[in-house]
């Protein structure tokens, strides 16, 4: 990008389309393997059997909360009601598995119910700067590592660029969480840096992994120095049909984390009976390849 200066002569970013993103309200995303839901009081019960009992108390490491005991579901309840609130900084959704889904596409050898198996939320959500986060996330073990799981982070990622307008998605970890920081580098994010002594959680000092994902990487677009010229309208202005607003299209595949993202979720990526994908994600990340990630 060109260095824009003022009339001072100081180096100061350029002009861009600073309407506020739109903040997110209690809505259902749905996906070809999930459907998030605004989390309920009542998903508590549905949650509890899978994240409960010290099979499960390792869920709980890097989070602050938990962990329960196979005796504390009102308390476990209570925890998910909090968090069912709406706040103007936070929005938990609860994921469910489709009706029907084989279990061969979990981690369980029965066939899920198709009702919450784990929750995930939008958070430090900042309309003005366009930027929000994915964070808060549980996913208990019939979720992890599979197909749902990703679809999941998808369809978060997809409602914040393309319905809500935002430019900027975070994540942010304890630098400990392995699994944390794999599944963000995995899901086409980049490390931006580590928040030394960022904060105390469970009276332990946590240092923060912190990467993101920007609009540029969402559709594959080149850095420029503005935004108009690729057609880019916030959707918080119009109506989101308005046949006015020119919706952004990918430009460069090898580029896009959604290009990278759909074509690995597709039906024709997984075997019908084991659920196996057929092509990992990252042999649709060229980005990494060419050492721009």
């Avoid at 084989?102 to 366009?130: A, C, D, E, K, V």
């Avoid at 998808?154 to 660029?161: D, K, N, P």
């Avoid at 990467?211 to 990487?217: C, L, M, P, R, W």
Wanted: glycine letters at 6%; proline letters at 9%.
């Amino acid at each position: 990008m060109s260095v824009h200066r003022n009339s001072h002569g100081q180096p100061i970013g350029p002009l861009i389309d600073s309407t506020p993103a739109k903040p997110p309200s209690p809505t259902t995303l749905t996906g070809r393997f999930v459907t998030l839901n605004p989390l309920q009081a009542s998903d508590a019960t549905s949650l509890f059997p899978y994240i409960s009992g010290p099979t499960n108390d390792a869920l709980f490491t890097y989070l602050p909360i938990g962990p329960y005991p196979s005796t504390s579901l009102s308390s476990f309840t209570s925890q998910i009601t909090s968090y069912s609130t709406r706040t103007p900084s936070t929005l938990f959704f609860s994921i469910s598995p489709h009706p029907g889904l084989p279990s061969s596409f979990l981690n369980t050898p029965t066939p899920p119910p198709s009702t919450p198996l784990s929750y995930i939320s939008y958070l430090n959500i900042s309309p003005g700067s366009q930027a929000l986060e994915i964070g808060n996330i549980l996913f208990t073990a019939p979720l992890q590592r599979t197909a749902l799981g990703t679809e999941a982070i998808y369809l978060l990622l997809r409602h914040a660029f393309e319905d809500l307008g935002y430019k900027r998605v975070e994540w942010k970890c304890h630098s400990l969480n392995e699994k944390s920081v794999n599944a963000a580098l995995r899901l086409g994010f980049s490390y931006e840096g580590t928040f030394r002594r960022h904060m105390v959680v469970k009276a332990r000092r946590r240092d923060t992994w912190w990467a993101s994902i920007t609009v540029e990487d969402w559709w594959g677009w080149e850095e420029r120095d503005d935004d108009d010229d690729r057609g880019v309208r916030n959707p918080s202005v119009r109506d989101r049909d308005s046949k006015k607003i020119k919706v952004p299209a990918i430009e460069n595949e090898s580029l896009s984390r959604k290009w990278a993202l759909k074509q690995w979720l597709k039906k024709e990526n997984f075997e019908d009976q084991t659920g196996r994908q057929k092509k990992r994600l990252e042999e649709y990340q060229d980005w990494k390849n060419l050492h721009l990630n």
